[in-house]
């Protein structure tokens, strides 16, 4: 009875908190744009006219594509120059908004320009920061943050024909082949090949309902492509005429959009190469997955438009031990898997009809990967993977700590500070979310009627 009356009380209340809170935000808002003036970068709001055209104009995956006021940012910015970044990121911190940074969008879920949270959120659009600078003579490039890749090729091949120290004629083929081909004893045997070929030679595989799509790049002649996959890779039966000799910058473009005479200006489309839902995965394999598996898995690929890309480690990387840094790109690995799930129906609920596949055929696929972890690419955004709610007490932890006591700088995967310092910049509040979310616990518990919305 006593926690019944005292949830009343708080649901009695719950409106004047609101009020009171929607009044503070206001002051803080405005208080957050006088800090602003100072430095006035160019600011959106959701009454700007221009604001849905850039808030979209990066939404590399359009799963998370919502009319919903809710989840968007309630101010976006946009700086012209660094100063304006500079101050952009101070006044934020100073005002304890939650602020996201987003340079190209292409997170797999979304988390530069989205939040999981209930919490109001700024957009720090980079943009217009874009600046490449190439330094031919020394060998080097400032590239700023706002630049996309195809941006930084298209520029080093306006300054010089070498990208890195490679021939001035590459080779690239694709070749497909179905299952009535052996594709799956050639993917079988692409597993054993590839990561140990010519360190100029690159051959990926891309998996797609039952065709596997070889697909290479070779820094040299045909003629000398030819011999070498002759040698190595004879059952994927290579022909001459499947090989095409280009610039390297051609390559580029070629792989980008997978057309052979394209212009090199197509890598300055920001568009993005994902225009659909999707939901991406990844894993990496450091033991060759047996023939009746790879069966198995194009088995799972008839139920789902599901692309899988298997790109082969070794060369270098093999040449790096695993103890000397923290990051994939070392000994010990065959290939990495990325999976990209279409999710073309729309609606919620299909939505998450195909997630929960591929969240099946994930756990399949626990059996052949990694193990001790499973290993992931951080890159492939995949919040499956986990939260950071919890700290686990690292050295990592400790260290941000340090150098951003107030968890600022803070997204859902990111590393927490293992001790919040208290009254640190940067801790934001969010009183009516947790108002919200606290009441809502307690009517739950005392069995009366929600009232707040589903939880």
Same mark, same amino acid.
């Given at each position: 009875?006593?926690?019944?009356?005292?949830?009343? *009380?708080?649901?009695?209340?719950?409106?004047?908190?609101?009020?009171?809170?929607?009044?503070?935000?206001?002051? @803080?808002?405005?208080?957050?744009?006088?800090?602003?003036?100072?430095?006035?970068?160019?600011?959106? #709001?959701?009454? @700007?006219?221009?604001?849905?055209?850039?808030?979209?104009?990066?939404?590399?995956? &359009?799963?998370?594509? #919502?009319?919903?006021?809710? $989840?968007?940012?309630?101010?976006?910015?946009?700086?012209?120059?660094?100063?304006?970044?500079?101050?952009?990121?101070?006044?934020?911190?100073?005002?304890?908004?939650? !602020?996201?940074?987003?340079?190209?969008?292409?997170?797999?879920?979304?988390?530069?320009?989205?939040?999981?949270? /209930?919490?109001?959120?700024?957009?720090?659009?980079?943009?217009?920061?874009?600046?490449?600078?190439?330094?031919?003579?020394?060998?080097?490039?400032?590239?700023?943050?706002? $630049?996309?890749?195809?941006?930084?090729?298209?520029?080093?091949?306006?300054?010089?024909?070498?990208?890195?120290?490679?021939?001035?004629?590459? #080779?690239?083929?694709?070749?497909?082949? #179905?299952?009535?081909?052996?594709?799956?004893?050639?993917?079988?045997?692409?597993?054993?090949?590839?990561?140990?070929?010519?360190?100029?030679?690159? *051959?990926? *595989?891309?998996?797609?309902?039952?065709?596997?799509?070889?697909?290479?790049?070779? !820094?040299?002649?045909?003629?000398? &492509?030819?011999?070498?996959?002759?040698?190595?890779?004879?059952?994927?039966?290579?022909?001459?005429?499947?090989?095409?000799?280009?610039?390297?910058?051609?390559? $580029?473009?070629?792989?980008? *959009?997978?057309?052979?005479?394209?212009?090199?200006?197509?890598?300055?489309?920001?568009?993005?190469?994902?225009?659909?839902?999707?939901?991406?995965?990844?894993?990496?394999?450091?033991?060759?997955?047996?023939?009746?598996?790879?069966?198995?898995?194009?088995?799972?690929?008839?139920?789902?438009?599901?692309?899988?890309?298997? /790109?082969?480690?070794?060369?270098?990387? /093999?040449?790096?031990?695993?103890?000397?840094?923290?990051?994939?790109?070392?000994?010990?690995?065959?290939?990495?898997?990325?999976?990209?799930?279409?999710?073309?129906?729309?609606?919620?609920?299909?939505?998450?009809?195909?997630?929960?596949?591929?969240?099946?055929?994930?756990?399949?696929?626990?059996?052949?990967?990694?193990?001790?972890?499973?290993?992931?690419?951080?890159?492939?955004?995949?919040? /499956? !993977?986990?939260?950071?709610?919890?700290?686990?007490?690292?050295s990592f932890e400790e260290g941000e700590g340090v150098v951003d006591p107030g968890n600022f700088f803070r997204n859902e995967q990111s590393i927490p500070p293992l001790i919040v310092k208290v009254g640190a910049v940067g801790i934001t509040k969010c009183i009516d979310a947790q108002?919200?979310?606290?009441? @809502?616990?307690?009517?739950?518990?005392?069995?009366?009627?929600?009232?707040?919305?589903?939880?």
């Amino acid at each position: 009875m006593a926690l019944q009356s005292l949830v009343l *009380v708080l649901l009695l209340l719950f409106p004047i908190f609101i009020t009171l809170s929607i009044a503070s935000q206001n002051t @803080t808002n405005e208080s957050f744009l006088h800090c602003l003036s100072h430095h006035p970068p160019p600011t959106y #709001t959701p009454n @700007t006219t221009s604001y849905n055209t850039l808030f979209h104009s990066t939404f590399h995956n &359009l799963r998370f594509a #919502t009319s919903d006021p809710a $989840a968007e940012p309630i101010l976006i910015i946009a700086p012209a120059n660094e100063a304006q970044a500079q101050a952009s990121v101070a006044c934020a911190r100073a005002h304890q908004f939650n !602020l996201r940074i987003r340079s190209g969008g292409h997170d797999y879920e979304g988390l530069s320009y989205r939040t999981l949270g /209930d919490c109001p959120f700024v957009i720090l659009d980079l943009s217009n920061l874009r600046e490449i600078y190439v330094d031919v003579k020394n060998g080097f490039a400032w590239v700023q943050s706002g $630049a996309i890749v195809g941006e930084l090729y298209y520029k080093i091949a306006q300054a010089s024909k070498t990208y890195v120290p490679v021939p001035p004629v590459v #080779t690239v083929f694709t070749a497909n082949r #179905t299952l009535e081909q052996r594709a799956t004893w050639l993917v079988h045997k692409w597993q054993t090949v590839a990561p140990h070929l010519d360190r100029r030679l690159f *051959v990926r *595989v891309l998996l797609s309902g039952s065709v596997a799509s070889f697909s290479s790049m070779f !820094l040299g002649a045909r003629e000398e &492509l030819m011999r070498i996959m002759d040698r190595r890779f004879p059952e994927l039966g290579l022909k001459a005429k499947d090989c095409v000799e280009m610039s390297w910058i051609e390559a $580029a473009v070629y792989f980008a *959009v997978n057309e052979i005479g394209r212009p090199a200006e197509v890598l300055l489309d920001r568009s993005g190469q994902f225009t659909y839902p999707f939901k991406g995965k990844s894993d990496f394999v450091r033991e060759p997955i047996p023939e009746k598996a790879v069966e198995a898995i194009f088995g799972w690929l008839k139920e789902e438009t599901l692309l899988m890309v298997m /790109d082969p480690w070794g060369g270098r990387m /093999d040449d790096v031990q695993e103890s000397e840094i923290p990051f994939p790109h070392r000994a010990g690995n065959l290939y990495n898997i990325l999976y990209v799930l279409m999710v073309g129906e729309s609606g919620r609920k299909a939505s998450k009809r195909h997630v929960e596949w591929l969240r099946r055929f994930y756990e399949y696929m626990g059996g052949y990967v990694s193990k001790g972890p499973r290993r992931a690419y951080l890159n492939y955004r995949d919040l /499956d !993977l986990g939260w950071n709610k919890e700290g686990n007490g690292t050295s990592f932890e400790e260290g941000e700590g340090v150098v951003d006591p107030g968890n600022f700088f803070r997204n859902e995967q990111s590393i927490p500070p293992l001790i919040v310092k208290v009254g640190a910049v940067g801790i934001t509040k969010c009183i009516d979310a947790q108002a919200k979310t606290i009441t @809502t616990h307690m009517v739950k518990k005392s069995g009366l009627p929600l009232t707040l919305g589903d939880q």
